[in-house]
């Protein structure tokens, strides 16, 4: 892509309100001129993030096209997905002003009459990148056709927002230095944006979740020999379980990455709902993929952005000793011991699969 991205997060710019925003300054840096928000203005993306250099945050609109974006990028991830109503001024200003609009809401902004118009009558695109294809279809367990050519790894998680998709990237780009093939299928509004392509399977009707999910999967596989999947939501999540098992049935994982984060103790905005020790909660995973295909749980990314290094240290020991399973931090530190267990695992099933000559078959 060409552009350039103002990214609106008015009120939201943070660690964890502005999910969109701060993948888009995460993995692709170069494509964003500033971030709108005024309560923030002056900060820079590394203040407020860690990450993201001197990358300014502004007051406003009129500020942000000072540095010559062509595009706005609705940068936050609300429960619900909705447009929130105050926004609508400054977007139609944007429009005004020949910008793009590139969004991840649920709010389809291409569908709204207003902004169409506009829109249309200033030659401007709007990408709704939530918006699912036409032609979905049921899951028909056709991943299986992978199992003697790619091996699929689907990150799963203890709740919401805990880094399924950034791990995932994370190992992406790190398998990518180990130069093995390895496709990332996104199944969000924000890992569509990173990667380009894919499918937000929380905006597809219920009953074609698993079937989009299969669709990404295989799309994924045609050039790969690893593909990740990029999980949703969480198995006891009370609003989006439903999306969760919809990803594992239909991208039928031969193995799965837990995601969680030490300092979480119940689902974020569901404090009633306690999440299990990390040991329980792998076992409960396993169980929910066993009856399509035993999906071994092979590391732990854990998110410790809340934590000094020697908590975020102590805490990944602590995870290691109670799974008996490889762990880390994968933006924090290395990467490498789960992209080591995701090697290992591969090329164990290869050469169970294909006989011992295809050890390692498909690692490059």
Request: glycine share 8%; aromatic share 4%; charged share 20%.
């Amino acid at each position: 892509m060409n552009s350039r991205f103002l990214i609106l997060a008015e009120g939201a710019f943070s660690p964890l309100r502005s999910k969109t925003a701060n993948a888009c300054i995460r993995y692709t840096p170069e494509q964003v001129v500033a971030i709108i928000d005024s309560g923030r203005a002056g900060d820079t993306a590394q203040k407020v993030l860690g990450f993201g250099g001197d990358i300014p945050v502004v007051a406003s609109l009129t500020e942000g096209l000072t540095r010559k974006p062509n595009a706005l990028l609705i940068g936050i991830a609300p429960p619900g997905g909705q447009l929130p109503a105050s926004w609508r001024a400054l977007i139609l200003e944007a429009i005004d002003n020949h910008l793009e609009i590139w969004s991840g809401l649920h709010t389809i902004l291409s569908d709204d009459p207003e902004f169409a118009a506009r829109a249309k009558s200033r030659g401007i695109t709007i990408h709704d990148l939530r918006k699912p294809p036409a032609d979905l279809d049921i899951a028909r367990g056709r991943v299986r056709e992978l199992d003697g050519r790619a091996t699929v790894i689907l990150t799963v998680g203890t709740d919401c927002n805990i880094g399924k998709m950034t791990t995932q990237l994370q190992l992406r780009d790190a398998m990518r230095e180990r130069r093995m093939r390895v496709s990332f299928a996104a199944t969000g509004q924000t890992g569509i944006l990173v990667e380009g392509w894919g499918i937000s399977v929380d905006a597809v009707i219920g009953d074609f979740i698993a079937g989009a999910a299969e669709r990404l999967t295989l799309q994924a596989a045609k050039d790969a020999d690893i593909v990740l999947v990029e999980g949703q939501g969480s198995i006891i999540h009370p609003s989006y379980s439903g999306v969760t098992y919809g990803l594992l049935h239909g991208s039928l994982p031969h193995a799965m990455v837990m995601c969680a984060q030490p300092s979480r103790t119940a689902i974020n905005n569901h404090p009633w709902v306690k999440i299990p020790p990390l040991a329980e909660f792998i076992d409960m995973q396993e169980r929910a993929a066993a009856p399509l295909r035993a999906a071994p749980v092979i590391a732990v990314a854990l998110n410790t952005y809340d934590l000094t290094d020697a908590e975020a240290r102590a805490a990944i020991e602590r995870v290691e000793r109670e799974t008996d399973l490889p762990a880390t931090d994968p933006v924090r530190f290395d990467p490498a011991p789960i992209v080591d267990a995701i090697d290992v695992f591969h090329r164990k099933r290869f050469a169970v699969t294909a006989g011992s000559t295809a050890l390692g078959a498909g690692v490059r």
